[in-house]
C-alpha cells in the first residue's frame, strides 16, 4: 500500500493547537519506516489517520492524506494497527478467540482459522493455551497477544505504536523477531513508532522524524538520518543509538513507610497464584524497583502494595496503622499511597488536566487556593502547563503518562507506586521524568517503580527485587 501526504496538517477537536503541520510524506508499497519524534509530536496522530480511525474522533483537518490513492477510511480494512496500550483492543475472554477474531469477522472458513491462530502465537512467543483468560495477563503479554491479533490477518498496511515499550528485555527480542517477517515481506508497508531504537533501526529502510510540533524535521536512509541530523534529533529529545548514558543518583532510605509480609494472590477460583509470599519493605526517601519477566507478578505486587486489593493470604500494612491496607478509607489510603497504573487513561475521571490534577487534593479536603498552588505546581514540573484544558484522553502516551504522575503525586501521598513510569518517553521527558522522581525522593517520598527500564534502575534505584514465577528470587542492593 502506498501513502500519499501533502500539506496535511490535523488538530483534535477541543484543542487550540495542531498535533500535525503542514507534512509531507510520500511511502513506497513494501516499504519500511520508522517514525521518531519527541512525546507530543503527533506521532500517534499520525498512525491513527492513516489507520482511518481519526474519523470518529471529530478532529479538523487540512491538506491531503491518500493510502492506495484512497481515503484512509476506505482502506482500513487492509490495514492493522497496534496501539500503545494493548488493552484497548482485547475484547474477547480467551486468548484464542482474541486472535480468531479478526478472521471470523473476514469470513474465513472455521478449519483455517486455528492453524492460522496457533501460528500468530507461536510467532510472537505467546506463552498461553487458547483458553487462557485475557484478563490473567500481565502488559507485556497483552502486547504480544494485540500483536498476535493484527499479523494473524496478513495487513497490507501494519502500524505499530510502539510495540516493545511494555516488554522485558527477553519479550522485547521476541516481538522484534515477530515483526522481522513483516519487514521483510514486500506485501507489506510497514510504519513503526518507537523511542528505543537499540537493535531495531537497522531493520528500516528510512526515518521520518517529527518535531515537537508536530512539523516534519528529517526524513531519509536511516544510517544517513542519524549521522547527518543526530544533534538535532538529540535536542528534539529523540532517543538515539551512542547517546550518552545518564549519572547514577542515589537517595538516604530512612524509616519504614510501607510493609508486606508473606503476602499471595490469586485473580480467580481457577487460576494459578500470581504471587507467592513475597515480602517487601518501602522506605522513606527511597527508590524501591521491582523487576522481572512480564507475568512474574511485579504489578500484582504493587497492587497489593497500593491497598487496591486485599491479598489471599499474608498482610500488607503502612507504618502506624493497625487496620491492613486495603480497609483503610478513601482519604486515609490517599494519604498514604498514590498509584500510577501501567495504563495512565484507566485513571483518568475527568474532562480537563487541570481539573485531573485538583481531583485528589480536593477529595483529601485541601482548599480552593492550596489546590490551586500545587495544580500550577505540578503542570509547571512536568511541562504539561501548555495542556491545562485538554481533555487527558486526547493526551499522547508519553503526555498521559506524566499527567498520571502528576495526579498521584497531587495529593503528596508518603508512597508512590509506578507501573513502568518511563514508559512512551523521549530523551528529554525521561530526563524530566528522572529528576523529578528524584527530588520526590529527596523531599522524603518512598517511591516504588515496576520497570524494564535498565537505564532507569542504574539512575535512580536504590535497591532492586528481582520476581520469578510470582516469587521474590533476588534482592539487590
Known amino acids: 500500500m502506498r501513502i500519499r501526504a501533502r500539506g496535511f496538517s490535523y488538530r483534535h477537536a477541543g484543542r487550540r493547537a495542531h498535533a500535525l503541520r503542514e507534512v509531507d510524506l510520500a511511502v513506497e508499497p513494501g516499504e519500511n519506516v520508522l517514525l521518531l519524534g519527541p512525546s507530543g509530536s503527533g506521532k500517534s496522530t499520525l498512525l491513527a489517520v492513516l489507520a482511518g480511525l481519526e474519523h470518529a474522533r471529530g478532529g479538523e483537518a487540512a491538506g491531503e492524506m491518500t493510502v492506495d490513492g484512497r481515503d484512509p477510511f476506505e482502506t482500513r480494512h487492509r490495514t492493522g494497527m497496534v496501539f500503545q496500550d494493548p488493552e484497548t483492543q482485547l475484547i474477547m475472554a480467551r486468548c484464542g478467540d482474541d486472535t480468531a477474531f479478526g478472521l471470523e469477522n473476514q469470513g474465513v472458513a472455521p478449519e483455517r482459522i486455528w492453524p492460522a491462530v496457533a501460528r500468530a502465537h507461536e510467532a510472537v512467543g505467546f506463552p498461553y493455551a487458547a483458553d487462557h483468560a485475557t484478563t490473567a495477563l500481565s502488559g507485556g503479554e497483552q502486547q504480544r497477544l494485540a500483536l498476535a491479533g493484527i499479523l ?3 495487513p497490507e498496511l501494519l502500524l505499530l505504536d510502539e510495540p516493545t515499550a511494555n516488554l522485558d528485555p527477553e519479550g522485547a527480542a521476541l516481538v522484534r523477531d515477530a515483526v522481522r517477517p513483516a519487514l521483510d515481506d514486500p506485501d507489506i508497508t510497514c510504519v513503526m513508532i518507537e523511542h528505543r531504537l537499540d537493535g531495531l533501526w537497522e531493520s528500516f529502510d528510512r526515518v521520518v522524524a517529527l518535531d515537537s510540533g508536530g512539523r516534519p524535521l528529517a ?14 534529533l538529540l535536542d528534539q529529545g529523540i532517543r538515539i543509538p551512542g547517546a550518552p548514558a545518564t549519572t547514577p543518583r542515589r537517595g538516604e532510605p530512612g524509616e519504614e513507610l510501607l ?9 480467580g477460583k481457577r487460576e494459578p497464584l500470581a504471587l507467592r509470599e513475597a515480602s517487601f519493605a518501602v522506605h522513606r526517601g527511597e527508590l524501591a524497583a521491582l523487576t522481572g519477566h512480564n507475568g512474574s507478578g511485579k504489578s500484582t505486587l504493587s497492587r497489593l502494595l497500593g491497598g487496591l486489593a486485599p491479598p489471599t493470604s499474608g498482610t500488607v500494612t503502612a507504618a502506624g496503622e493497625k487496620k491492613p491496607l486495603h480497609k483503610l478509607k478513601a482519604p486515609a489510603l490517599a494519604a498514604r499511597v498514590g498509584t500510577v497504573f501501567q495504563n495512565p487513561e484507566t485513571q483518568f475521571v475527568t474532562s480537563r488536566v487541570a481539573d485531573e490534577l485538583a481531583f485528589g487534593p480536593r477529595s483529601a479536603g485541601w482548599s480552593d487556593e492550596r489546590t490551586a498552588a500545587r495544580v500550577a505546581e505540578l503542570l509547571e514540573r512536568l511541562r504539561l502547563t501548555h495542556l491545562a484544558d485538554a481533555n487527558p484522553f486526547t493526551l499522547s502516551g508519553g503526555e498521559a503518562r506524566r499527567l498520571s504522575v502528576a495526579g498521584a503525586l497531587a495529593a503528596a501521598p508518603d508512597v508512590l507506586l509506578l507501573d513502568e513510569p518511563t514508559f512512551g518517553q523521549d530523551r528529554r521527558t525521561w530526563t524530566e521524568m528522572t529528576d523529578l522522581m528524584d527530588e520526590v525522593r529527596r523531599d522524603g517520598t518512598g517511591l516504588v517503580a515496576v520497570t524494564h527500564d535498565r537505564e532507569f534502575i542504574d539512575a535512580l534505584a536504590d535497591s532492586e527485587t528481582v520476581l520469578e514465577g510470582g516469587r521474590v528470587r533476588e534482592r539487590r542492593p
Open 152 to 154: 494473524v490477518r496478513r
Open 259 to 267: 510493609r508486606a509480609d508473606d503476602v499471595s494472590y490469586r485473580y
Open 219 to 232: 526524513d531519509g536512509p536511516v544510517a544517513d538520518v542519524l549521522t547527518t541530523h543526530g544533534e538535532i
